[in-house]
């Protein structure tokens, strides 16, 4: 079942991020004839190695949350499922930093408009573009990760790790949606509000992930509980402020309801704002509800679990097109 809730999370992940593309306006456009560029199976690489590269960074900080939070260790060794939550974590690196490369060169095609077979002769011009540097500092972070990951075994290997996947993350964010062109306080205030929605949701998810795969005591329960709760507070609170900055509603106290209407990013942050307020509905039902009779009957709670992390996996596509929408 564990395995299939991955395949799952996936798919799910796929498909909205597809329809999403298609609804909102943002998918790629075929070239004018007579122009050359970015292929059309490039173009639609890019999310789709960008959705493989977040879901793997979700899966590597959950096995590493796992093996530094949730599982007990003896005298600060790995045992158990903590080794094997590091090794899943080495693996998901290695993934991580391939889909990371690839997402540098496809980067690299579509904002040059140059077709992928012409690419090493723009090299230089290539290197200059802030996307790619960020994309090979990430690739190079997870494949020193992935070596690394590879012989730990103890804790304090694995919080270095932690840090280090979460380094991983920022170089990206510094240049999304955040950096926006406007003012400087408003352009270091949308970054640094994605840089939190993005490290709250990936701790979030990751955590919930490997709480399901490593994790199924009361103890190791309690404590993403009391994360998840922080998680959702950070993840709401930023995503309401990025969006607001990013729809104009400062400037206009009916720009944000506008724009929800009327734009193809409204209506994605609009659908985002929804499949949050369902996650935060599971997990009031798991504190009122499941986690009271755990001990009693757990078949509910993992149940409803495994339907949250799949519908997490939607919103990790939602935002992948939404990072890809005007």
């Known amino acids: 079942m564990r395995r299939f809730l991955g395949v799952g999370m996936v798919a799910a992940g796929i498909v909205v991020l597809v329809v999403a593309l298609l609804v909102a306006g943002g998918t790629p456009k075929p070239l004018p ?14 999310p789709v190695l960008r959705l493989a590269a977040d879901l793997a960074a979700v899966a590597c900080v ?13 005298g600060g060794k790995l045992v158990g499922q903590g080794l094997r939550a590091v090794q899943d974590a080495a ?17 690299a095609s579509v904002i040059l408009g140059v077709p992928l077979s012409h690419l090493a002769e723009h090299a230089e011009l290539a290197g200059g573009l802030n996307q790619v540097r960020a994309l090979a500092v990430t690739t190079v972070l997870m494949a020193i990760l992935a070596v690394v990951l ?10 270095v790790c932690l840090v280090l996947a979460a380094a991983a993350l920022l170089g990206p964010l510094l240049n999304g949606h955040g950096a926006i062109e406007r003012t400087a306080f408003w352009s270091v205030l949308a970054t640094a509000s994605l840089v939190v929605h ?26 993403f509980s009391a994360l998840a709760l922080i998680c959702a507070v950070s993840v709401g609170v930023t995503g309401l402020l990025t969006g607001e ?27 985002k704002a929804v499949a949050f307020a369902v996650l ?7 504190r009122k509800a499941t986690l009271p009779s755990l001990a009693s009957s757990p078949t509910a709670f ?13 919103t990790v596509g939602l935002a992948v097109a939404l990072s890809r929408t005007p």
């Open 245 to 271: 900055i990013h729809l104009g509603g400062r400037e206009d106290g009916w720009g944000l309801i506008t724009q929800w209407v009327t734009s193809g990013y409204g209506a994605l942050v609009f659908a």
């Open 33 to 46: 004839a007579g122009l050359s560029g970015a292929s059309m199976p490039v173009s639609w690489a890019l």
């Open 62 to 74: 959950g096995g590493l949350l796992a093996a530094v939070v949730f599982l007990p260790a003896e």
């Open 150 to 159: 590879s012989g730990c075994r103890t804790v304090a290997t694995a919080r």
């Open 302 to 314: 993992w149940r409803l679990a495994a339907g949250e992390l799949v519908l997490m996996g939607a």
């Open 91 to 107: 693996v998901v690196a290695g993934v991580w930093a391939v889909a990371s490369l690839g997402g540098l060169v496809a980067t």
């Open 198 to 223: 993005v490290f709250a949701a990936t701790v979030w998810i990751g955590g919930l992930g490997a709480l399901l795969r490593y994790a199924r005591d009361r103890v190791a329960v309690e404590r």
């Open 280 to 286: 935060v509905c599971i997990g009031w039902w798991h």
